[in-house]
């Protein structure tokens, strides 16, 4: 198939991270076409997936960029700092932070675990994993949760350009839940929607005989039915924090966040930069040079755009935006609280959770800590098998 790329440059030149010109973004897409390096790309590309919303053209740019990560991860293989920042090693920021867990959240974990998937199913990510707390109001409590960190969907592989290992996780859910009765499979993680709807089965050929829906559409059905009421509702103004994902699965996807949240009572608002050119939590942009610094740097820069909102507090929908966010919120001084949109829909419910974000993001960052930034000066790489 011909590469319907026009090299008109609106990918790039609307990314807020790379600051180029079209004439500039042309140039650095050429040299992605040819196998080049890319001068731009390389030293500011934060993986954010907003190029593929900018494109006019339909050519996905951030494919390419992906296969110029793929490229070089197959010549130079990855730091060794980066194995703790890697969900499937066997100590890992996610592994940590589960030690951490208070017992009835390691009990919920472990439920979890053993739970067969059937029926109308949620499937728990890694990050919802490690703040399951969030499911605590009931409003899932028609669902069976069934999943563990063995069943990542190996998004984070895919951010990296690592496509060899995206393709066997594919293969393995594929294989897994091939045999499994289930009815439907709901998804509360933006990244694990997205990887299971579209990524595995369109590019790497999972294949999948259920439906697959967001949360969201979840949530509009049981209150169309009156099944789901929030006898409570908020008031206050929240900044919106959208996903990465979001961005690629279009405006409808980000309306329903703030439809939703006018429905519970609350006011929405943007910030400077918000939608399709919003700001990354971070924790895409520490894939494509497995830099700590530079997720630190991309998450203090939306801290400081959020504080200058006009909202009482951070919301989003997405967990690993949550933590990420919560994370770095503990190195800032007088930023805007997070919180996210499961936490928010259980106090207009009249069934709060309690907050424990702080607790999960001091383990997350102790763990980062204590495992990754001791290597951080290494030059050892390695290739994962």
Known sequence: MANPCRRCG?????????????????????????GRPTPHLDRKCI?????????????DPYDRILHHLYARYLSHGLPSRMRFMLPTEATSFRTEVLKTLPADEKALVQQWASNEPRGEMLYPSCNLIISSFLTQS???????????????CGEMYYRMGLFDLTRSFADRL?????????????????????MFAHILPEQFGARF???????????????????????????????????????VL???????????????????????????????????AGAPRQSV?????????????????????????????????????????????????????????GRPVEDRLDARARALLLGIVRHALPRYLSFDRFWIK
């Open 47 to 59: 993986s954010c997936m907003a190029c593929n919303a900018f494109c006019p053209h339909g050519a």
């Open 138 to 152: 009931g409003i899932f409590d028609d669902l069976t949760i069934a999943g563990s960190l063995e069943l990542c």
């Open 209 to 247: 005989d259920f439906p697959r829906i967001f949360y969201l559409d979840y949530l509009r059905e049981r209150m169309e039915r009156g099944a789901l009421t929030f006898p409570e509702p908020l008031s206050g103004k929240v900044v919106i924090h959208d996903s990465c994902q979001g961005r």
């Open 250 to 284: 279009g405006p409808e996807f980000m309306d329903q966040v703030r439809d939703l949240l006018r429905q519970i009572g609350l006011t929405p608002v943007e910030a400077r930069y918000a939608r399709e050119e919003g700001l990354c939590c971070g924790i895409a």
């Open 10 to 34: 609106e990918c790039l030149s609307r990314c807020i991270y790379l600051r180029l010109t079209r004439d500039e973004a042309a140039i650095e897409m050429r040299r992605l076409d040819e």
């Open 174 to 194: 594929t294989a897994y839940y091939a045999d499994k009765s289930i009815k439907r499979m709901i998804f509360v993680c933006p990244a694990c929607y997205n």
């Open 293 to 349: 610094m530079d997720l630190v740097k991309v998450s203090t820069w939306a801290h400081n755009e959020y504080g200058h909102s006009s909202g009482e507090q951070v919301a989003t929908y997405c967990a690993g935006c949550f933590l990420t966010l919560g994370a770095t919120g503990m190195l800032l001084p007088g930023g805007r609280p997070v919180t996210h949109l499961l936490a928010l829909l259980a106090k207009a419910m």
